[in-house]
Nanobody, 119 residues
Framework: QLQLVESGGGLVQPGGSLSLTCTASATLRWYAIGWSRQAPGKERERVSCISASGGLTNSADSVKGRFTISRDNAKNMVYLQMDNLKPEDTGIYYC?????????????WGQGTQVTVSS
């Protein structure tokens, strides 16, 4: 069973940056990894995803140009660099693993890390 742990969340002012890390308990080389977020009272939404090879990425329109996803399979880590953060980016951020491609169903989830954007 693959275990995922998110880290790097916190409180940041609007316009600031945070870098989230998803660390896996075993190799991630066969898994696509997606980052999703859930704001209070709202449904969970996927914000970005990267394929197992790292060759394909996609992002929600709301974060394009501000969030960058990357991975280091040697370290079993996936990163989400978040720049120019806005209050509407506030929420719990989760990483999830799916087989090879972002279009596959998510099989494993982390517990989440809180991101709060506020002045």
């Amino acid at each position: 069973q693959l275990q995922l742990v998110e880290s790097g969340g916190g409180l940041v002012q609007p316009g600031g940056s945070l870098s989230l890390t998803c660390t896996a308990s075993a190799t991630l080389r066969w898994y696509a990894i997606g980052w999703s977020r859930q704001a209070p009272g709202k449904e969970r939404e996927r914000v970005s995803c990267i394929s197992a090879s790292g060759g394909l990425t996609n992002s929600a329109d709301s974060v394009k140009g501000r969030f960058t996803i990357s991975r280091d399979n040697a370290k079993n880590m996936v990163y989400l660099q978040m720049d120019n953060l806005k209050p509407e980016d506030t929420g719990i951020y989760y990483c999830a693993a799916s087989r090879a491609y972002c279009s596959a169903p998510d099989e494993y989830w982390g517990q989440g890390t809180q991101v709060t954007v506020s002045s």
